[in-house]
T-cell receptor, first 115, second 115 residues
C-alpha cells in the first residue's frame, strides 16, 4: 500500500513557468514532509521540508504548501529553469522522537523544463 | 555525496548467483539504509541499520540480507539474484532517527542488472 501518493508522474513546463507537484497521504501520524530532488546518475538530495504546524514554507523559488485537513501537500517551483529538470520525490515520516523513524516516499515526478 | 561510497557502481550478473553490494561512509552516522529505485515505484526501503549489528527489514526485504559489523560499512547481499532484482540500489545515511526530521544523505547508487 502506497503511503504517499504523488502526481503527476511526469511534468513538462516552459522556462519561466510554474511547476506544481502534488502529494497526498492518509496516515495522520505523519509529522514531517520533505521533498527530495534527484538528477540523472545521482542520489536524491533534500530540497525543502515542512512540518504540519505551518501551511507554507518558501526557500528561494521553491515553496511547499501544506493542507493538513485535506492531507495534501505540494511543491511549487516558481520561474522554472532548465536546471530544475530532475526527478522530485515527496516523502513523509512519523514517530517523532522514535529511534526507528523512517521515510515513506512517493513514486516520483520527472520534471522537464524546456528552454 | 556526503562521504558515502557505494561499490561497485555497475554490476551485471546471472540469475542464481550471489551478489554483495557495499556501502561505506566516512561521516560516522549511526543510521544506514538500503533503498532500491525502480521506474514507477520510486524509492523503496529494503533494510536499514540503527547501529552495529542492529538491523531491521524494510518494505521489500524478501530475497535480501544485510550486515553491519562496523559503523562505516553496510553490506547488502542478494543470496540468489533474480531478474526482478534488476534495479538501482541506493545507500543512505542519517545521523539521527528520520522520525525526528533528520536529513537523509544518499550515495550515487549501484546499477545492478540480473540476466
Amino acid at each position: 500500500q502506497q503511503q504517499v501518493k504523488q502526481s503527476p508522474q511526469s511534468l513538462i513546463v516552459q522556462k519561466g513557468g510554474i511547476s506544481i507537484i502534488n502529494c497526498a497521504y492518509e496516515n495522520t501520524a505523519f509529522d514531517y514532509f520533505p521533498w527530495y530532488q534527484q538528477f540523472p546518475g545521482k542520489g536524491p538530495a533534500l530540497l525543502i521540508a515542512i512540518r504540519p504546524d505551518v501551511s507554507e514554507k518558501k526557500e528561494g523559488r521553491f515553496t511547499i504548501s501544506f493542507n493538513k485537513s485535506a492531507k495534501q501537500f505540494s511543491l511549487h517551483i516558481m520561474d522554472s529553469q532548465p536546471g530544475d529538470s530532475a526527478t522530485y520525490f515527496c516523502a513523509a515520516s512519523k514517530d517523532r522522537g522514535s529511534t526507528l523513524g523512517r521515510l515513506y516516499f512517493g513514486r516520483g515526478t520527472q520534471l522537464t523544463v524546456w528552454p | 555525496d556526503a562521504g558515502i561510497t557505494q561499490s561497485p557502481r555497475h554490476k551485471v550478473t546471472e540469475t542464481g548467483t550471489p551478489v554483495t553490494l557495499r556501502c561505506h561512509q566516512t561521516e560516522n552516522h549511526r543510521y544506514m539504509y538500503w533503498y532500491r529505485q525502480d521506474p514507477g515505484h520510486g524509492l523503496r526501503l529494503i533494510h536499514y541499520s540503527y547501529g552495529v549489528k542492529d538491523t531491521d527489514k524494510g518494505e521489500v526485504s524478501d530475497g535480501y540480507s544485510v550486515s553491519r559489523s562496523k559503523t562505516e560499512d553496510f553490506l547488502l547481499t542478494l543470496e540468489s539474484a533474480t531478474s526482478s532484482q534488476t534495479s538501482v540500489y541506493f545507500c543512505a545515511i542519517s545521523s539521527a532517527s528520520l522520525g525526528t526530521g533528520e536529513k537523509l544523505f544518499f550515495g550515487s547508487g549501484t546499477q545492478l542488472s540480473v540476466l
